[in-house]
């Protein structure tokens, strides 16, 4: 599954004192049962127009329609909060103590917790969407805090009762708390999506790995722009061409795998863990 060359590079860089940085998106979720935000998952309504998740799940969405918008993230926490890491988390998670923390950089678009879980440590580990884990005020007061455990499961054709959304209050102004995640039409920052560790971890890449993800939003290709014009070889797993694989194939950059990433990791994780 692995290329002979690629293994031979994977062996000579591992005993080298050089620096990967790994990249993920949706699509190594996807192997948990966590649907993608682009995939085919559906629509939310609101009166008797149907939205995306990238159209529903907007700050301007949540001003105008804030109950509707926690409603969706709900049913999207609620597709997530049980799901466990699979076999490519997991290789990712051994692989960070065999590089050790000051080699070993992980930056991940998804926001459900799973590189964490399967044991990525967060001072390693970027989430530049942001976590449904905690939840932050959507006023003034910039209170975050931990997502409430006790809030009960809902579908999008349920209604919450009101005691429900009492937990969702900020407990220091009493207004309506927000998910802490990066919604479609918010910038990145440092504060809430590590935006410049971030692209530090890029300029220090010796090696990229891009795992599910496609190239669709601004930071993660501007990872990869950066480690591309300083020159550095980049692996690109996805199931199907994205941009970043199309990228890798015109320009020879490094090595494309097509497949689940479930698979393919623990074998890349074996090839470096031969060398041990």
Known sequence: MIPQDLQQFLRDFYRSNRKVLFLTGAGISAESGIPTFRGDDGYWTIGSQNYTPMQIATNRMFRQYPRKVWRWVL??????????????????ARLEPLFGSERFKLVTQNVDGLHLAAGNTHDNTYTIHGTLAQVRCSHSCDQIIPFPADLGHYTKDDIMPEEEWDKLACPECSELMRPHV?????????????YESALRAAFEADLLIVVGTTGATS????????????????????????TFTQTIEVNELGWVLFGKSGEILPEIEKVIKGNQ
Do not use: C
Request: aromatic share 16%; no cysteine.
């Open 219 to 242: 930071l993660p290709w501007l990872i990869f722009e950066t480690v591309m014009n300083n020159g550095q070889p980049i692996v690109a797993i996805n199931l199907e061409p994205s």
């Open 182 to 194: 990066l919604f479609f039409d918010e910038y990145y920052n440092e504060p809430y999506n590590k």
């Open 75 to 92: 049913h999207y926490f609620n597709n997530a909060r049980h799901a466990q890491p699979n076999p490519g988390h997991e290789a990712i």
